[in-house]
């Protein structure tokens, strides 16, 4: 009885046997990979709008309330809508998301029901007077090697001459980094102490700034023609010197190659808030 009663002192200061944190780790981890959606607040936000299209897709933090803040641009707008409503919701603020495809003014629509939606959405934003500030996110990678890419960046040239003149706070998310591997590599099997993973859950650096060496040019360039223009760089809340993290701590930031995880969007939002206060102690 006395062996019986020392070993479960032990299991109980360590939180039950010792695969059960793993296990409960493990669990979390997984669950980082899955969607979350706020299908009844879509709901509410598309029926307010009148939205009548599964294409047209909006988030709206208080429905019963006019939107201050418009997130826009494709699902690389959504894995960010967590932490910056959480954000704006903490300064007073009522964040809005509107899902495009490309969210640029004058890209030809084609057959895309996303980017026929795109227009519209773009208006909306653009005139919808309770409106302050605008945060544009995609992940469209910028470049002027030819012709159409030359006008994606000329679309992009026209929507922050747009919503500049119209008066507005212009804020421009650069992408995070693209995985070339799954996250859920990252995830050792519970309980398994031989359980194998990816050994560093990282990229390069070097590569990365390969793979985006011609679209932080094209930005850089719209950045000094437009100086009103502030900029959020998702990635390098990622990456340090030498690698681009896709753990972070125990947190999994990506639910799939190229789209962050509930952790990694709450992450964004408090790096957000963070230079977001650090702008408003240095003015």
């Not at 709206?60 to 707008?77: C, E, F, M, Q, Y």
């Not at 040019?217 to 990456?239: G, I, K, S």
Request: with cysteine.
């Amino acid at each position: 009885m006395l062996a019986l009663g020392v070993g479960g002192g032990v299991i109980y200061h360590q939180d039950g046997w010792p695969s059960r944190s793993s296990v409960l780790l493990s669990a979390e981890q997984q669950k980082a990979l899955i969607l979350v959606e706020d299908v009844a607040n879509a709901k509410a936000c598309k029926a307010r709008y009148g939205f009548a299209s599964l294409y047209e897709y909006c988030l709206l933090d208080d429905v019963h309330k006019d939107p201050t803040v418009v997130l826009i641009g494709d699902s690389h707008a959504y894995h960010l809508v967590a932490g910056l409503t959480g954000y704006y919701r903490s300064q007073g603020e009522n964040l809005w998301m509107l899902g495009t495809r490309v969210p640029f003014f004058g890209v030809p629509t084609g057959e895309d029901p996303y980017q026929k939606a795109t227009p519209m959405m773009m208006d909306l934003a653009l005139n919808t007077p309770s409106v302050k500030t605008v945060i544009i996110s995609t992940a469209l990678k910028l470049q002027t090697e030819n012709d159409d890419g030359r006008k994606m960046v000329q679309a992009l040239r026209e929507t922050l001459r747009r919503f500049l003149a119209s008066g507005r706070t212009v804020i421009f998310v650069n992408d995070t980094p693209m995985l070339d591997f799954e996250p859920r590599a990252c995830i050792r099997r519970a309980g398994v102490a031989t359980s194998q993973t990816r050994s560093d859950c990282s990229l390069p650096r070097a590569q990365f700034d390969r793979n985006v060496a011609q679209h932080n040019a094209a930005l850089q360039a719209l950045l000094r023609e437009f100086p009103a223009v502030q900029l959020f760089d998702a990635a390098a809340q990622l990456c340090d010197a030498q690698r681009c993290h896709v753990m972070l701590g125990d947190k999994l930031m990506y639910r799939d190659t190229q789209h962050l995880s509930y952790d990694g969007d709450l992450y964004m939002g408090q790096k957000f808030a963070a230079q977001r206060a650090a702008a408003k102690a240095a003015r």
